[in-house]
């Protein structure tokens, strides 16, 4: 386990230190995910397609709301 202290921005930007960065295999242009579970924060590398099957259930979800008819009444007020 690795511990270093970093220092919060005004801005809210951190930097992560290049030892824990080349440790976990963070290049630029990645991505992270920030999970908080009560006052703990979590960062974790990502990649879109981790996702694949929460978006494509979000897509279907939101594709049902967006094409309800019954909100189309709307449209002419």
Same mark, same amino acid.
């Given at each position: 386990m690795e511990t270093r202290?970093?220092?919060v921005t005004d801005k809210g930007q951190i930097s992560i230190p290049v030892?824990?960065?080349? !440790?976990?295999?963070?290049?630029?242009?990645?991505e992270l995910i920030a999970i908080r579970y009560g006052k703990t924060l979590c960062l974790k590398k990502i990649k879109k397609e981790d996702f694949k099957d929460l978006?494509?259930? !979000?897509e279907k979800v939101a594709n049902k709301l967006w094409n309800n008819?019954?909100?189309?009444i709307w449209n002419n007020i």
């Open positions: 202290i970093i220092r030892e824990v960065r080349k !440790s976990v295999g963070i290049s630029v242009g990645d978006l494509k259930h !979000s008819k019954e909100d189309e």
